[in-house]
């Protein structure tokens, strides 16, 4: 099985960065797909940002395209998303998630990936 656990959330300023990092175990290379999504009090999940870990694509969202960059480190089977230009919308619990299907795609819904992570919480004033 695939464990994930993400870790970096916190409280920023608007303008500030923040890097979130997901961890991840247990049969890694069954990994193809990963990605970020994040959802706020009221809202639907959304996606953030995708990568296919293979050849390396990735996908992100209109809302954070230019201020938030997806990247993994094969070496320690970790997944990052670095969040510049925070912006008070940009608050959520944010979650990382892994799809096993090699047929994935990195932007790719919610619904395709198979592991998530527990979340870790973003706030943005």
């Known amino acids: 099985d695939v464990q994930l656990v993400e870790s970096g959330g916190g409280s920023v300023q608007a303008g500030g960065s923040l890097r979130l990092s997901c961890a991840g175990s247990?049969?890694?290379?069954?990994?193809?797909?990963m990605g970020w999504f994040r959802q706020a009090p009221g809202k639907e999940r959304e996606g953030v940002a995708g990568i296919y870990t293979r050849g390396g694509a990735t996908y992100y969202a209109n809302s954070v395209r230019g201020r938030f960059t997806i990247s993994q480190d094969k070496s320690n089977n970790t997944l990052y998303l670095t969040m510049n230009s925070l912006k008070p919308e940009d608050t959520a619990t944010y979650y990382c998630?892994?799809?096993?299907?090699?047929?994935?795609?990195?932007?790719?819904?919610?619904?395709?990936?198979?592991?998530w992570g527990q979340g870790t919480q973003v706030t943005v004033s």
């Open positions: 247990g049969y890694t290379y069954s990994r193809y797909c």
């Open positions: 998630a892994a799809d096993s299907d090699p047929l994935c795609t990195p932007q790719q819904a919610a619904v395709g990936y198979n592991y």
